[in-house]
């Protein structure tokens, strides 16, 4: 086996190395940073060169080293790769080959280019460790197009009547997503320090963001009429949200594709939008690596190995430690991020 799976994570035995392990080990190689993929407490981290400051950001003092995509690395007997997985800035599917014979393990991933992460590209692989976040033929995205048009028009919509639109997002990766399709013409923008925390490391390594207010204590909310918020959704209806006053609230998240968990959250709007790849996108990518034999790791699991295998792939589901994309408090992985 090219990779086994552990009790520590994803192990490569010809490397000695882990990927995005969750249990302290000796080398761990990490796919972007989020919470559940880069963690505490491993002796040597190797990740992208866009990856790392978010990284350090969060993990502080750690032995951390980069490379560019694409660069082959010989770690004991194999050779390692990284290719952009085109979820959040940074991010890498990683690629080893041993003897010839080559997995994939994708991370998180998602095919729709955001024009914030590098594209997505596809590799050629025997096997190939996916995702399924959203695993459902019920999940397809909107054009970032459309995306950008509804937001823009409930943004001026909510403007109009004298209110504040405040918006829950993922501090890393879809507020900056959605930052640069947001229209600075109809009002302020405003963050949410989780955000903000997000938007300085970006900004520090050379990426273009519009420009933000970052609401403190001493903020005059008063003073920024007509502004949207972007904010973790866990802040949303929290003691933080009231000095907006009147406010229309929206989720953006591939959750809103579900009428059930809108009703639930009790939000004004919901835009259907993730980091993830829908199902077509999930299709797409498993059959442009032309592999034959695809781990299942994270989502709706069952399902979508089910289907895959009913595709004619040796399909599997591999238990891991990895999280999907939630809306519920605690478990953003970007918002751990940053406090
Ligand atoms: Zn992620
Ligand atoms: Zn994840």
Known sequence: MVLEFRDAGIYCPAADAYIDPWRPVDRALITHGHSDHARWGHKSYLCTQAAAPVIRHRLGNIHLETTAYGTTHQIGDARISFHPAGHVPGSAQIRVEVKGEV???????KTVDDGLS???????????ITESTFGLPIYSWPDQKTLASELNTW?????????????????????QRILRLLEPAIGPIL?????????????GQGIPLPDT?????????????????????????????????VVSTGFASGWMRLRGVRRRRAADRGFVVSDHADWDGLNAAIKATGADRVFVTHGYTSQ???????????????????????????TDPSVEAVQ
């Open 213 to 245: 207010i970052h609401v403190t204590a001493d903020t005059d909310v008063k003073a920024h009429k007509g502004g949207i918020v972007l904010a973790p959704p866990s802040a949303l209806g929290s003691a933080w949200m009231r000095k907006f006053g």
């Open 304 to 330: 979508f190995s089910r289907w895959l295998s009913e595709q004619g792939y040796d399909a599997g589901i591999v238990q891991t430690e990895f999280g999907g994309e939630s809306l519920d408090e605690g």
């Open 118 to 128: 590098e594209a997505f590209e596809p590799v050629r692989c025997h096997s190939f």
């Open 103 to 109: 997995w994939v393990a994708s991370g998180d991933y």
């Open 155 to 175: 943004w001026a919509e909510t403007a109009a009547k004298g209110q504040t639109a405040v918006l829950g997002v993922y501090a890393l990766g879809k507020a």
């Open 191 to 203: 963050t949410h320090g989780a955000v903000e925390a997000t938007n300085d490391v970006l900004r």
